[in-house]
């Protein structure tokens, strides 16, 4: 069992087939971004940590490695690379973005995953509420492909970044090399 059907005390299993799949072992996907960036303040921010530059249809491309312990996906947002590590932490899926780890909770609700913010740790040190972003993070499957929306905001700065796409997941080699 991954690390998600870990954290999901059964809820994997009513997950959608193709976030399941999406979900399980190594996969890759691939699609657009449609990228926002908040206020100046915002802007600063996400340069400090790498993230995406706002861009209305950016080609995606994420690498997924899913197993019991860990789960790794190398996003590349048309070349600049992003990389997540998600580790169990008790109840908490806690996703790893350098000096950041976000704790989470997924959630399946209606075939669609959730995450479910719980807080933020800098360099290990819990943040106060009011340094700690907001995120509302989900998956969804439409008519047979992967969709997502994040959304990050910061107290007394507003959103920060905002990133939704549509993808779909590409079949390995060893499944024909088709795409779903």
């Not at 740790?121 to 008519?143: D, N, T, V």
């Amino acid at each position: 069992m991954n690390i998600l059907a870990q954290q999901m005390d059964g809820g994997f299993e009513r997950l959608k087939p193709l976030l399941q799949a999406v979900h399980t072992g190594s996969q890759r996907i691939e699609g657009f971004a449609q990228i926002k960036r908040g206020n100046a303040i915002a802007r600063l921010i996400c340069n400090i940590f790498g993230f995406p530059a706002e861009h209305k249809n950016c080609p995606l491309t994420v690498d997924c490695e899913h197993s019991a312990d860990a789960m790794l996906w190398h996003r590349n947002f048309n070349g600049l690379k992003m990389q997540s590590h998600f580790k169990s932490k008790g109840n908490y899926l806690v996703e790893c973005l350098g000096p950041l780890q976000l704790y989470l909770q997924p959630r399946e609700e209606d075939g669609q995953l959730n995450y479910h913010f719980v807080s933020t740790h800098f360099m290990f040190i819990p943040l106060p509420g009011f340094l700690s972003p907001s995120i509302e993070a989900w998956e969804k499957e439409l008519e047979g492909k992967y969709h997502f929306n994040v959304c990050v905001k910061m107290p007394f700065i507003g959103e920060v970044i905002a990133y939704k796409g549509i993808m779909q997941r590409v079949e390995s080699n060893a499944d024909e090399g088709q795409t779903l």
